[in-house]
């Protein structure tokens, strides 16, 4: 089993705040992936990284894959209430998909 | 577009019971197929994953077994379950990501 630890487990910040979540990992994985969870339902895919060092910004949030390829950080800027959820990464190797261990993040109004 | 559809939604179990979650996928041949397993807030647990019919290889060694009868079907089934069975079960298949079902919530008591 690879595993991926996420930090910080749980996160609550005001609105308009700026954060940063991570993924770190002893293992290299061909892709990393980032999904929002809301309650009850299945994780929803934010985007994939796949090569060592990319960045991928998708509107307030900012995806960053290491150059090894372990380990991938989460950036939001100016959080909004709309932000909170479950973040969880994941890495792809061959047929398998590791999920983190998951940041719980509340954005207070 | 790929569908994924799991049920039930909730399941309330005694201990010792049998257990069969289905998972069907629509708009797609020979995915590849994953079963999970969530602990509220927590990340997802790689249990069982397929890569066509009757392939099933286990991630972890545990109270439950999964079947791949048909292309299309996914099937997690256990003879006797736990308290420690309880969880969030999602059904996943692999396309161009990773789409999942909407989650089997489990209670054993």
């Known amino acids: 089993t690879q595993l991926l630890e996420q930090s910080p487990q749980f996160l609550s910040i005001q609105e308009g705040e700026n954060l940063t979540v991570y993924c770190n990992s002893s293992?290299?994985?061909?892709?990393l992936q980032w999904y929002r969870q809301e309650p009850g339902e299945g994780p929803v895919l934010l985007v994939t990284v796949v090569t060592g060092g990319e960045v991928k910004k998708l509107k307030r949030l900012t995806f960053q894959f290491g150059d090894a390829r372990k380990d991938s950080s989460l950036h939001i800027t100016a959080a909004q209430p709309g932000d909170t959820g479950l973040y969880l990464c994941?890495?792809?190797?061959?047929?398998?998909?590791?999920f983190g261990t998951g940041t719980s993040l509340t954005v207070i109004p | 577009s790929q569908t994924i559809h799991q049920w039930p939604a909730t399941l309330v179990q005694p201990v010792g019971s049998p257990l069969s979650l289905e998972c069907t996928v629509e708009?797609?041949?020979?995915?590849?197929l994953y079963w999970y397993r969530q602990a509220a807030g927590r990340g997802l647990q790689l249990l069982f994953y397929?890569?066509?019919?009757?392939?099933i290889s286990s991630e972890v060694p545990q109270n439950l077994s999964a079947s791949r009868p048909q292309d299309r079907q996914f099937i997690l089934s256990s003879k006797k379950l736990l308290l420690s069975d309880s969880g969030f079960y999602l059904c996943?298949?692999?396309?161009?990501?990773?789409?999942f079902g909407s989650g089997t919530q489990l209670s054993v008591l």
């Open positions: 996943a298949c692999e396309g161009e990501k990773l789409f």
């Open positions: 293992s290299v994985f061909s892709s």
């Open positions: 397929s890569v066509g019919i009757g392939q």
């Open positions: 708009g797609t041949s020979n995915p590849n």
């Open positions: 994941a890495g792809g190797t061959g047929n398998q998909f590791y």
